[in-house]
């Protein structure tokens, strides 16, 4: 049973299971279904208060995000590319709202979400490197994370704060 973002209910069962089975168990669980949409809904509001901080809607406003994304993302990734010995591609921002971070594994290209402005800097770091050990290893598996604890290791405390500001993984 899990929520969705926009607090419908997804209700997986065993077949045959009848509807007043399935009834009696969404009775049975009431509570935490209220509990899990208000958690939802709450988690949705603070997301959205947060990328409403730095807005993106005017050319003027697009350009200074550019300026100040030009100013901290290229020397962060020449930094960590010369110590972990890889070949970034080129870098890009764009408004994500559901990734810090996309790296192109093919041709080595890396987009970076303008809301990084909104981190303070040792989460940027940390996604800096999380993309450019993704040069190195494309999954999340055990080489990935020893990857990440050479090269950058309070990653799990900076993913951690990531998460508690933004509500935004990755
Ligand atoms: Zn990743």
Redesign the pocket.
């Known amino acids: 049973m899990r929520i969705l973002k926009n607090g419908d209910l997804h209700v997986t069962v065993p077949l045959g299971y009848t509807k007043a089975e399935l009834k009696a168990f969404l009775e049975q669980n009431q509570e935490w279904i209220r509990q899990a949409r208000q958690n939802t809904f709450e988690r949705e509001k603070r997301r959205q208060e947060f990328f409403s901080k730095l807005p993106l809607e005017t050319r003027e406003q697009g350009e200074e995000a550019y300026r100040r994304l030009q100013q901290m993302i290229p020397p962060l990734v020449e930094k960590y590319a010369r110590l972990m010995n890889v070949k970034p591609g080129r870098i890009c921002y764009k408004a994500m709202i559901s990734q810090w971070?996309r790296?192109n594994v093919k041709n080595h290209d890396i987009c970076f979400s303008a809301y990084l402005l909104l981190l303070p800097d040792w989460c940027v770091e940390h996604v800096v490197v999380?993309?450019l050990?993704?040069l190195k290893e494309a999954?999340?598996g055990a080489s990935?994370h020893a990857l990440m604890d050479t090269y950058f290791p309070r990653w799990r405390e900076a993913r951690k704060e990531t998460i508690r500001i933004s509500g935004m993984e990755?």
């Open positions: 971070g790296c999380h993309e050990a993704h999954n999340h990935f990755e």
